[in-house]
């Protein structure tokens, strides 16, 4: 895999090996995505194999302009304009009815498709130059915390020929993954929490906007195991005094604790695991109303 930044000329050549059907990973503001041309049906099938991905949990496409989220969508809601102004380029995912263009395996079949236009100058100039919708999982393999650095996609993914090679984007500045919003005519439902909130959502459209309640299944990628450190996560209410346990609580407001938030998170999760033999998170009510973070500690948390 080749390391690159964005002003090196051989971008060129990344945008070719992507058209192509190879594998780029490329930074976002949120975490590290694996992108592929989202209307090559043999690159995506690579994105499933080299991450391990259940073939039932749809991609969702990364582009740079309202037009194509236009292009690639269809019978979008009168209120989808307001959140696409104020939102985009911006760690939320608007979920769509597809167009036909947008191949059946990057949605897993479903007629709805996830689009993003993620905000960092680097992905949003190599969209540019390759000109094509490209689909991005996290890059990280299934099941594990998702990249925020450079060094976490080397750890996942050695000698991996499938993947080209990574743009160089420094460490993600959101940390975790975006908002997903199932956008309908009548309601927004959240799909996946992350820092652009309910409320916030809610003050720019005019139909409801709703938390997902988990009994159907609109988000199947919700379902399995996610964001896991190779060593258990608890979460109690007190600090535990073995010395191979790594007490964490939000922003550190809790003395003899280390401190986390959403920027960090996935790299404790994955640089601890040599040095304790259990992460024990210190539960505070400021840590449940972070609804996006509160989400995924409790995923990671989960036995299987
Ligand atoms: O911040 C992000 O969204 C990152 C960066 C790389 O853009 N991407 C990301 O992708 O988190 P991934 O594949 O790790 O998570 C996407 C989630 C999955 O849980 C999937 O099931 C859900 O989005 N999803 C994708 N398309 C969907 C659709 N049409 N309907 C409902 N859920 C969908
Ligand atoms: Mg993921």
Redesign the pocket.
């Known amino acids: 895999m080749k390391l690159i930044n964005i002003n090196n000329n051989e971008i060129y050549d990344f945008a070719d090996n992507i058209k192509n059907g190879k594998l780029i990973v490329i930074p976002?503001e949120?975490?590290?995505?694996l992108a592929a041309n989202a209307l090559d049906e043999n690159a995506i099938k690579l994105i499933f194999k080299v991450k391990g991905r259940p073939q039932d949990?749809?991609?969702?496409i990364?582009t740079y302009s309202k037009e194509n989220i236009y292009k690639f969508t269809k019978n979008q809601p009168k209120y989808i304009d307001n959140i696409i102004d104020k939102f985009m380029p911006g760690?939320i995912?608007l979920?769509l009815e597809k167009q036909d263009i947008i191949p059946k395996i990057v949605?897993a079949g479903?007629k709805?498709?996830?689009i993003?236009i993620?905000n960092h100058s680097d992905t949003l100039k190599f969209l540019k130059i390759v000109d094509l919708p490209l689909a991005?999982?996290?890059a990280n393999k299934s099941g594990k915390p998702?990249p925020t650095k450079v060094e976490h996609i080397f750890n996942d993914y050695q000698n991996q020929d499938e993947i080209y090679g990574i743009i160089n984007g420094g460490e993600c500045n959101v940390g975790i993954?975006?908002t997903?919003i199932?956008c309908e005519e009548e309601k927004i439902i959240i799909?996946?929490p992350g820092i652009i909130n309910k409320s916030m959502i809610q003050e720019i459209v005019d139909v409801d906007v709703i938390d997902y309640n988990g009994n159907e299944i609109?988000?199947?990628?919700?379902k399995y195991k996610h964001y896991s450190p190779d060593i258990p996560v608890f979460i109690t209410k007190e600090i535990n005094i073995n010395p191979q346990v790594l007490n964490l609580s939000y922003n550190g407001k809790i003395e003899n604790t280390f401190s986390f938030n959403e920027k960090n998170i996935y790299s404790i999760f994955r640089e601890v695991d040599k040095n304790f033999n259990s992460i024990n998170i210190v539960l505070t009510k400021e840590l449940t109303e972070n609804k996006a973070l509160y989400n995924r500690i409790l995923k990671a948390s989960e036995k299987s």
Request: glycine share 8%; charged share 10%.
């Open positions: 976002t949120t975490v590290y995505g949990n749809p991609l969702i990364h760690p995912t979920v949605t479903l709805t498709v996830g993003r993620p991005a999982p996290s998702s993954e975006s997903i199932k799909l996946r609109l988000a199947p990628g919700m």
